[in-house]
């Protein structure tokens, strides 16, 4: 193992995991870090540390859903508290852990190639589930009924953030439409639709006329399938993120709504 050795996401290959055994490749101090790795974490002091593991339970920031947080405790009993999440910048395919050792002495601090037990927020990580499964509901729902009526219509991103959760849109959706799109949402919500992972690779996506879909090669690492998360038929997204099982888990979700500017539109909702 070495320190350039790519983090193994195992919360996309198992979305219950909420505990998991991981081997420790790195720990700096946030003042040590590369220039763009610093400005990743906004809240990073120098009283913070940053740890790399082999594999990784946490969620790091992206694709519109924020980090998970938790703790990484060591043989010893050490505790690692986990504030933030994200993606080495540098380093291709590494996770960065920012967050605090129970014990600010910069000596106790974990070894490379110890093994130390990952654990999150189960709360917070439901949350953030049920908000991008909800996210992912919307923007369908505004897709199957908008596409057609809507000039230079396309879907842009989405933010699955408590309190600012929207999908974004080019093109111009009237205000009208708002009552449509929540009653498709709510179909989509009661009908309990399965939600699962799939693994495809590029001719996946071209048999079934989703070329358009293609992810960037330079995401997944030579060899890797895409991550595919597919709505009870519904849709089927390129998503690295965490979902519920099924979208009644959800909640009740709100199109709260509809603003327009410069050719674009953004539908903002909550979940409840």
């Not at 809507?150 to 974004?168: I, R, T």
């Not at 597919?230 to 009644?248: A, K, M, Q, R, S």
Request: glycine letters at 8%; proline letters at 2%; aromatic letters at 6%.
């Amino acid at each position: 193992m070495t320190s350039n050795s790519r983090t193994s996401l195992a919360f996309q290959h198992d979305g219950k995991l909420q505990h998991v055994e991981a081997t420790v490749i790195s720990v700096r101090s946030f003042s040590a870090l590369e220039e763009l790795n610093r400005q990743v974490f906004k809240s990073g002091t120098d009283e913070d540390h940053v740890v790399v593991t082999d594999k990784t339970i946490f969620h790091p920031q992206g694709g519109g859903q924020p980090s998970d947080t938790g703790t990484m405790t060591g043989k010893s009993g050490l505790t690692f508290t986990v504030t933030s999440v994200r993606m080495d910048l540098v380093r291709d395919g590494q996770v960065m852990h920012l967050g605090r050792f129970a014990n600010e002495d910069a000596a106790s601090a974990f070894n490379s190639g110890e093994t130390v037990e990952q654990a999150i927020d189960a709360d917070k990580r439901l949350l953030y589930s049920r908000l991008h499964t909800a996210g992912h509901v919307l923007g369908a729902s505004v897709r199957h009924l908008v596409k057609d009526e809507v000039k230079d219509f396309a879907e842009l991103k989405a933010s699955h953030f408590p309190g600012a959760a929207a999908c974004e849109f080019q093109g111009l959706i009237d205000g009208k439409w708002k009552d449509a799109i929540q009653k498709k949402v709510d179909e989509s919500i009661v009908a309990k639709l399965p939600v699962t992972v799939e693994w495809w690779d590029e001719n996946d996506f071209r048999t079934r006329g989703l070329d358009h879909l293609i992810p960037d090669s330079s995401l997944v690492a030579r060899g890797e399938k895409f991550r595919m998360v597919n709505i009870g038929g519904l849709d089927v997204y390129p998503c690295g993120g965490t979902h519920v099982e099924t979208t009644d888990l959800c909640g009740h979700t709100t199109v709260k709504k509809i603003t327009r500017k410069q050719g674009q539109s953004k539908v903002s909702y909550s979940i409840s």
